[in-house]
């Protein structure tokens, strides 16, 4: 059973950046996808990012374009989020997540990590 670990949250001014990993206990060829999600109190869980394990493809909610960046580390089975330009409303439990489809509705997630960003 593939088991994901997240590190990197914490607190942050706005303007400022965080580099969240996640950490995969295994790449398998089927669950071809890795994406970052997030979750803020009293919110429904949103997408942020996701990357392809094979080409590296990346795609992108709107309102993370051009801050975070997703990318993966294949020997280690990780995929970073490198957040830059922090913004209060970033602030949430953020939860990687690996799936074989980029819908993710059967996917593995982590146990999430929290960013919260200050004004």
């Known amino acids: 059973q593939v088991q994901l670990v997240e590190s990197g949250g914490g607190l942050v001014q706005s303007g400022g950046s965080l580099r969240l990993s996640c950490a995969a206990s295994e790449r398998s060829f089927g669950l071809y996808y890795m994406g970052w999600f997030r979750q803020a109190p009293g919110k429904e869980r949103e997408f942020v990012a996701r990357?392809?394990?094979?080409?590296?493809?990346?795609y992108y909610a709107d309102s993370v374009k051009g801050r975070f960046t997703i990318s993966r580390d294949n020997a280690k089975a990780t995929v970073y989020l490198q957040m830059n330009s922090l913004k209060p409303e970033d602030t949430a439990v953020y939860y990687c997540a690996t799936d074989r489809t980029f819908r993710f509705t059967g996917a593995y997630w982590g146990q999430g990590t929290q960013v919260t960003v200050s004004s």
């Open positions: 990357i392809s394990w094979s080409g590296g493809s990346t």
